[in-house]
């Protein structure tokens, strides 16, 4: 226990804690506290010692959903914390991920470059101008303990700056593991034994007696706030003969943001086939958690009966040298910049490593797939559909394993920003409603 100001730190021990399960704390009644909630010793454990986490995702993969109640009331839940935290890891600045969140959760997100530009008949980068520049993340990293700001994960605590227990009086946060099969892919060696930690803690700061936590505990007046919801859809395999194309075109009926206002949408395109990125035990660029890059994708929404983008939706241009023959990369990237902010993506990770590609990234590197897809929606949702589309690459003659990735099942993984509220009643009574 620490104090500074009019608040003291404290240290909360779980009621439970299992790895590989799930561990859980709670919250003393009648009393404030800020909501600038932290979990410390966050990690994965493995017999394996030169083993690391995911790059994308660090120590974060040990969660599989986070949830907050006041008693059986759930006030928000997280799930599919997993591949939402590795999205949230890329929307940080470039320079706070190389300085900070490199040490705080262990991964090995942002970069700096090297090599002098040059140009190819004034107009288009010569390949090899620039180069990723070597990086020095923490090696072996594996079994170092993260620290996890809940306020990242969770909106009610992004949007309420206190969470006083007399109106919560049975607040509790729930923090849901990944069990062993699904850790196998969320470190760097696929065929050791992994495990969650379970010594996690609980970090609050609590408001000092007096007038302030009075008044705050008094005069709260409920918060609105904008949660992640979430749903998936099954885009089918494609068999294709070697060294052809099949255009694969799909719609499916989303039900689960029915009757809400849906703010804004994000896709990952999440491998369905496991021997895309577990090669010899070893697990491939960021591997369950890429969202992997198809040839000439297509996305537009259908909402309630409309189509929310005009023609084609995101979709390539006529095939040109410049844009490879109808890639919708940079389109892509920037629906995704206006519905969810910047991205730490270097480049070409959001693209298919073409054989002329410029050598950014090396086409190891390449293959760790960040080709998320975004859109503003800001709708009430009665019916959506999404159509979506891609063109399967067959495998190349004589390679029966090339191109694998452009052709495999793929899981859709749809994450909906929706609007709720707490909205306050008599006698410190409470409902938690959906705002439309």
């Known amino acids: 226990m620490s104090s500074y100001g009019n608040v003291t730190t404290r240290i909360i021990d779980p009621v439970f804690d299992r790895s590989n399960l799930r561990v859980e704390f709670r919250l003393p009644a009648d009393s404030c506290y800020l909501s600038n909630m932290r979990l410390i010793n966050v990690a994965i454990d493995s017999n394996n010692a030169g083993s690391s986490y995911n790059p994308q995702l660090g120590a974060l993969g040990a969660i599989r959903n986070i949830s907050i109640f006041d008693g059986s009331v759930l006030l928000e839940q997280l799930t599919d914390a997993t591949l939402l935290n590795a999205f949230k890891n890329v929307q940080a600045e470039n320079d706070y991920n190389l300085s900070v969140n490199r040490f705080l959760k262990y991964n090995d997100n942002g970069y700096t470059m090297s090599g002098v530009p040059n140009f190819v008949n004034n107009t288009e980068l010569a390949k090899n101008s ?8 923490v090696a ?23 969470v006083p227990t007399n109106v919560f009086r049975q607040f509790r946060v729930v923090v849901e593991y990944n069990d062993a099969a699904a850790l196998k892919y969320l470190t760097s060696v696929t065929n050791a034994t992994v495990a ?33 919801e ?42 369905g086939d496991s021997t895309t990125y ?34 084609d939706g995101i979709s390539g241009s006529s095939a040109t040298a410049q844009n490879r023959a109808g890639s919708s990369a940079n389109r ?17 990770m959001n693209v298919v490593a073409y054989n002329d590609e410029p050598d950014f990234v090396s086409a190891a590197l390449r293959a760790r797939g960040q080709d998320y897809l975004g859109l503003m929606v800001q709708s009430e949702i009665q019916e959506l559909q999404v159509q979506y589309q891609r063109t399967a690459i067959g495998a190349a003659s004589g390679d029966a394993g090339s191109n694998a990735a452009q052709r495999q099942q793929l899981l859709l993984n749809l994450f909906g920003e929706v609007e709720r509220a707490v909205v306050m009643g008599a006698g410190g009574s409470y409902n938690v409603i959906y705002v439309v």
Not at 140 to 162: M, T
């Open 332 to 348: 892509r990237l920037a629906y995704l910049t206006d519905a969810w902010g910047n991205t730490n993506l270097t480049a070409n």
């Open 196 to 228: 969650t930690s379970a010594d996690a803690l609980f970090l609050v700061d609590e408001v000092n007696d007096g007038d302030a936590k009075d008044s705050m505990m008094r005069n709260y007046e409920g918060v609105s706030y904008r949660p992640i």
């Open 278 to 311: 577990d090669v010899g035990n070893a697990t491939v660029g960021n591997g369950i958690v890429s969202s992997v890059p198809q040839w000439k994708t297509r996305l537009n929404l259908r909402v309630n009966g409309k189509n929310l983008l005009a023609g």
């Open 130 to 137: 620039y180069q990723l520049a070597t990086q020095n993340p």
């Open 140 to 162: 072996n990293n594996i079994g170092q303990k993260a620290w996890v700001s809940l306020r990242d994960c969770i909106s009610f605590l992004r949007s309420s700056s206190v």
């Open 230 to 271: 979430a749903e998936r859809v099954v885009v089918p395999a494609v068999t294709v003969a070697d060294d052809t194309e099949s255009e694969q075109s799909l719609s499916f009926l989303v039900n689960g943001f029915n009757n809400k206002r849906l703010n804004r949408l994000l896709i990952v395109q999440q491998a």
